[in-house]
């Protein structure tokens, strides 16, 4: 499956941004997804996690209460709302598609599929 993330870009300090991921060439349906992101000089970080009917979804701490994960499965394309950003939360913002199922949801060596990410830049 092909997976193309947009949305991103440069906003203010407690501004807003809504990530989008559009999945090509496989069963959208079928694949429970993964938002992750790598600040410079930084790890790739897990962010959040979507199953594959959005009954389940999950957070870091770091964006818990301030990112929304959705997804619209007949669109094939998952989502990412941001709200009150952080100049912290600047980073490349990556999508991806459950493939493993040997470790845990965060754990992004359990997800096969990548997209090609998109810049958020939070200015204070």
């Known amino acids: 499956v092909q997976l193309q993330a947009s949305g991103g870009g440069w906003v203010q300090a407690g501004g807003s941004l809504r990530l989008s991921c559009a999945a090509s060439g496989g069963t959208f349906g079928n694949y429970a997804m993964g938002w992750f992101r790598q600040a410079p000089g930084k790890e790739r970080e897990f962010v959040g996690y979507?199953?594959?009917?959005?009954?389940?979804?999950s957070y870091a701490d770091s964006v818990k209460g301030r990112f929304t994960i959705s997804r619209d499965n007949p669109k094939n394309t998952v989502y990412l709302q941001m709200n009150s950003l952080k100049p912290e939360d600047t980073a490349v913002y990556y999508c991806?598609?459950?493939?493993?199922?040997?470790?845990?949801?965060?754990?992004?060596?359990?997800?096969?599929?990548w997209g090609q990410g998109t810049l958020v830049t939070v200015s204070s």
């Open positions: 991806a598609a459950r493939t493993g199922w040997t470790g845990t949801y965060y754990d992004l060596t359990n997800f096969g599929f």
């Open positions: 979507i199953n594959w009917n959005g009954s389940k979804v």
